[in-house]
């Protein structure tokens, strides 16, 4: 009778057990069949697409814009430029202190953040676009506009950048998600170009090279109606990108499934202060950043006068538009062949050969005699690199939030702040350099409106396009030089880190297998 009721204990134990371990199992073969699918990468890809295409079609074309469309002093638009990219940098920590302090929804965490603030940077974009009828509140009507729309845009773009790491928590996986979305964005890039570029370059309102001399004179009759054609196409294009900007929002909400970071025990919410010094005492970071500030830096120099560059300085005044639009389809073919460099050679190592292969180029074009063959040439060799400029900062951004997490594993949530004062020190840097560079215009004796412009415009846009950009790419990889993270050391925290992923995940297992079989 004893023997009886032991054995049914016996037996009764064992299938208790096995539940747990069948639980448990599952719940490995689940995490280990959790990889993102293409179309899941695709859809993700292209949330990063408005950022790109609007980001695009500012940095080449507002400049050029405000001084000769809106007609604007150099000096205010330098103004405009300054502090609106420098409002821009200060929303960014800002958003990104209020997104790690969100609470998850049914839509995730980051969503929301999407989806609210997409229909009011749609607004105030194609408002940027538009010269108002007065001329006394103009420059009011430009600063007001465009920091609205980058604060609109920094709602969007932070909480999208931070949701990186809420896709997938395998960084191979990760990895492939920013290669699709560094592909996709570029273009963007390529398209927010081409559309502003295409339909704006269509409008004349200056005689060609090969108009008789006096025909400056019978143009005066017709300036005012191409002026007003320009206007016209300017706000064509803004709203074909803001149809682009909806449909794309649309596509990753509808796409993409935020994951819930289950697992990991929540902390008390930071203070912002407490947040700045988290974000800024982790020494890869602040390497990290510093580095590409400066690499970002150049690349921006370039971008934000490379129309004007090509227009008064080559005087390739009908064919700027698609001047620009060759570098980035450049850059968009080029993505593949960096996220195998990458894959093959390490980050570092495509750091270096990314930013310096456009520098000999940099220095051709403005040491010969303007060539359009030339430009051509030198417009597809720059292309290559910014692909580099592109894909790399984002594609290691998440190896300085991983090696956070090893350091740091009772701190949780707060991966959006990585992202966004990188965002912010980058947006700063370019608001100086874009009102530093407007401003030095100015003082070379640019003529707002005018089809030509003095010897001293043309040898500062050459300054401003090859040797500071040169110089602040030298400086970044001096400095990314000392980032400590390379291949050997990403590798070992990506063990550590699903080790810890694998042992928070059988310790949930176990006790949720254990509660159901109580």
């Not at 570029?186 to 006096?214: F, H, K, N, Y």
């Not at 900007?245 to 912002?272: H, M, N, R, S």
């Not at 570092?348 to 403005?366: C, D, N, Q, R, S």
């Not at 810890?500 to 079989?517: F, K, V």
Request: charged share 15%; hydrophobic share 45%; with cysteine.
């Amino acid at each position: 009778m004893a023997r009886g009721e032991g054995a049914e204990q016996y037996a009764a134990t064992l299938l208790s057990v096995k539940p747990i371990n069948t639980e448990i199992k599952a719940a490995k073969q689940t995490r280990h069949r959790s990889r993102l699918s293409v179309l899941s990468k695709l859809c993700y890809a292209i949330g990063g697409a408005p950022y790109q295409i609007t980001g695009s079609a500012l940095g080449f074309f507002l400049q050029i814009y405000l001084l000769d469309v809106a007609q604007l002093d150099p000096f205010y638009a330098s103004i405009i430029l300054f502090v609106g990219r420098a409002w821009d940098a200060v929303t960014d920590p800002t958003v990104g202190f209020l997104v790690s302090r969100s609470r998850w929804t049914s839509i995730g965490r980051m969503m929301p953040w999407i989806l609210l603030s997409t229909p009011f940077a749609v607004l105030t974009y194609f408002m940027i676009w538009y010269v108002p009828p007065f001329e006394d509140g103009k420059v009011i009507w430009y600063l007001i506009f465009y920091c609205l729309f980058q604060s609109m845009q920094t709602c969007f773009h932070v909480p999208y950048s931070a949701l990186t790491m809420f896709i997938s928590s395998e960084q191979k996986e990760r990895d492939s998600a920013t290669a699709y979305r560094m592909m996709v964005e570029v273009l963007g890039s390529v398209l927010g170009t081409a559309i502003q570029g295409q339909i704006v370059g269509r409008t004349q309102d200056c005689p060609t090279e090969l108009d008789a001399p006096d025909s400056r004179n019978s143009s005066i009759n017709t300036s005012r109606v191409s002026l007003d054609e320009t206007k016209q196409a300017y706000l064509i294009a803004s709203g074909v990108i803001c149809i682009i900007y909806i449909l794309c929002a649309a596509i990753l909400f509808l796409g993409v499934k935020e994951k819930k970071d289950t697992g990991q025990k929540k902390t008390e919410p930071l203070t912002f202060r407490q947040g700045l010094w988290v974000v800024m005492s982790h020494g890869p970071y602040v390497k990290l950043v510093i580095g590409f500030l400066f690499t970002s830096l150049a690349f921006m120099l370039l971008e934000g006068n490379f129309a004007l560059f090509i227009t008064y300085a080559l005087g390739h005044r009908k064919d700027y538009q698609n001047i620009l639009l060759v570098i980035m389809v450049s850059g968009t073919l080029t993505i593949p062949f960096w996220q195998w460099f990458l894959t093959r050679f390490g980050k570092k190592t495509a750091v270096y050969f990314g930013m310096t292969w456009a520098v000999p180029f940099m220095i051709l074009i403005i040491s010969i005699k303007s060539n359009l063959v030339i430009s051509y040439l030198v417009s597809v060799a720059a292309g290559v690199s910014v692909a580099a400029a592109f894909l790399l900062p984002w594609s290691m951004l998440p190896d300085v939030v991983d090696d956070f997490k090893i350091k740091n594993p009772d701190i949780h949530g707060h991966e959006a702040l990585f992202y966004s004062f990188y965002v912010f020190f980058i947006k700063f840097a370019s608001g100086v350099s874009l009102g530093i560079s407007t401003l030095s215009l100015e003082f070379a004796g640019y003529v707002t409106g005018d089809c030509s412009q003095p010897a001293a415009v043309s040898s500062t846009l050459k300054v401003l396009v090859s040797p500071v950009p040169v110089v602040l790419i030298a400086v970044g990889l001096l400095i990314i030089k000392t980032y400590p993270i390379d291949e050997e050391r990403r590798q070992y925290n990506q063990k550590i880190l699903q080790r810890m992923l694998d042992s928070e995940a059988d310790s949930e297992s176990e006790t949720s297998a254990l509660g159901s079989s109580v």
